[in-house]
């Protein structure tokens, strides 16, 4: 299942002023104008208000009005609902109509900051798409298609970009998925000593997996296994044979592994985890569901790092 956080974007753009009360009021008042004419409306005017550091405020899209139904107009006559109630009803049905790829809440917070010596106002963007609040509202499900994903993501990214280029700010971090900046420690490592296959695969599997694309992601972290061990053997002057478990006997005949590490590493990165990964779902074993995927990808991440510190690092 796709987890909120990957349809969930956020941005860092940055203007060059000074940061005084008057210029980050000023931006507000422009971003609120923006967002105004762009058809949203603040969450609650009365949060406007500058603080000593710190500036917040949300904007909610103005939900298209449609009388209500002759039923509820009737019950509303008759006292059969509030007038709350009715406004509950109008809003759910706008809710139901609206594109589902449609920038829904958008959030902004001005921070004083200093980059590079330039001191200015850093902007921090977020923008949740209408699919999350028919979630919650609806109790619709989401969906796992990646065009769907896609076109939410692309959506909501191409919103925020219009957005910064209106304020005529400085990008500091590109508008993203939040699960788009998930950051993996192993994967800097395997970066500086030559591995970008299998980082770059790494990288794509979390991020699947984060996405709820658990056997796409699972997939792709067994092939990094398999390709980390064959280029540990190439970049220690052997040729390898692209099969994990011939190429981790060749690391031990190098002696680069001893006798009893390399048992540990073969029965957990070849025995248990390859293999498991490389069964069929349903048949060999069931379809792995989010936390599972996340605690093969945990240990296959510690195992990665200590090849790499053994064998390339010597330690």
Known sequence: MVRAENLIVKSKCFIATRPDSKNILNLKDVITSLM??????????????????????????????RKPPLNLRIKKVLGLISDEQLEGQVYIEALRRIRDDIPFKVSFSLIPSEIKDKKGILINIRSEPAIL?????????????????????????????????????????????????????????????????????????????????????LTDLREALNKLVSELVRKKGQKPTNKLPKDLKTLKEMRLLNEPMYTVVRRYLYDWIYSYLSAKPVHQRERIDYDDANFLFSISEEIVNYLIDKIILGR
């Open 36 to 65: 105004v004419r762009e058809g949203y409306k603040p969450k609650d005017p009365r949060a406007l208000i500058f603080q000593d550091r710190f500036l917040a405020t949300s904007f909610y899209v103005n939900l298209p009005y």
């Open 133 to 217: 609040f028919k979630v919650r509202s609806l109790g619709l499900k989401l969906f796992s298609d990646e065009l769907s994903y896609s076109v939410i993501v692309s959506t909501n990214k191409y919103f925020i970009e219009e957005i910064i280029r209106a304020l005529g700010a400085i990008v500091i971090e590109e508008p993203r998925a939040v699960s788009e900046y998930i950051k993996i420690p192993v994967i800097d490592k395997l970066e500086r000593f030559g591995f970008e296959n299998v980082a770059e695969l790494l990288k794509r599997g979390k991020i699947k997996i984060e996405r709820g694309d658990t056997e796409d992601g």
